[in-house]
């Protein structure tokens, strides 16, 4: 059964800070990896979408990245701004026994200080 | 850019009412979804929808919930007699599901509370 983890669980970073989030998936027959962004209380903003042929992304200040024979991916945000705290989630897309369907990982608190 | 839209955003209930949460997806997918995010928790896969019928649901996915294609645009969840623990936001996604691209696009959500 696919498990998708994501470290850390939360992070608190000075604005202007560099930072990393990483995602890890237990099985590695995706066929695509999502990075979402959820704003507290409301709903999922995609982010970056990464087929399973692609190894990375961009757009704008962030960056995805995706290993997918080590279950991997990672999502960088340069120069963080306070505007950029919320939670962000991965999520990978495999073939279930009746179709496709999307595993969450729990997502990453992120807070910006100004 | 095409959207999945549900409607409404909020609804509150009484525990035992019955609700339908809405969606219109994307008009060319044929794949339809609806997933579910208790506060603070993960967003958890509910049920997949294919060609009129249920192609895959989970174990949350109890006989007090039914989904239905009433017409050429909608897609609907029904939750018949609603518990406390029914509270979540839900979210319905669809897809069309070509081998080379099976992106699901999500709504923004309709947060049910169940008083």
């Known amino acids: 059964k696919q498990e998708v983890t994501q470290i850390p669980a939360a992070l608190s970073v000075p604005e202007g800070e560099n930072l990393v989030l990483n995602c890890s998936f237990t099985d590695s027959a995706i066929y695509n990896l999502q990075w979402f962004r959820q704003d507290p209380g409301k709903g999922l903003t995609s982010l970056l979408l990464?087929?399973?042929?692609?190894r990375e992304q961009t757009s704008g200040r962030l960056n995805a990245s995706l290993d997918k024979s080590s279950g991997r991916s990672t999502l960088y945000i340069a120069a963080s701004q306070p505007g950029d705290s919320a939670t962000y989630l991965c999520a990978v897309r495999e073939e279930g026994t009746g179709g496709f369907k999307t595993i969450f990982g729990a997502g990453t608190r992120l807070f910006v200080k100004a | 850019e095409p959207e999945v839209t549900q409607t409404p955003s909020h609804q509150v209930t009484q525990m035992g009412q019955e609700v339908i949460l809405r969606c219109v997806p994307i008009s060319n997918h044929l794949y339809f979804y609806w997933y579910r995010q208790i506060l603070g928790q993960k967003v958890e896969f509910l049920v997949s929808?294919?060609?009129?019928?249920?192609?895959?649901k989970s174990e949350i996915f109890d006989d007090q919930f039914s989904v239905e294609r009433p017409d050429g645009s909608n897609f609907t969840l029904k939750i018949r007699s609603t518990k406390l623990e029914d509270s979540a936001m839900y979210f319905c996604?669809?897809?069309?599901?070509?081998?080379?691209?099976?992106?699901?696009?999500f709504g923004q959500g309709t947060r049910l509370t169940v008083v």
């Open positions: 929808f294919y060609n009129n019928e249920i192609s895959e």
């Open positions: 990464i087929q399973s042929s692609q």
């Open positions: 996604a669809s897809s069309d599901q070509g081998a080379l691209n099976p992106e699901a696009f």
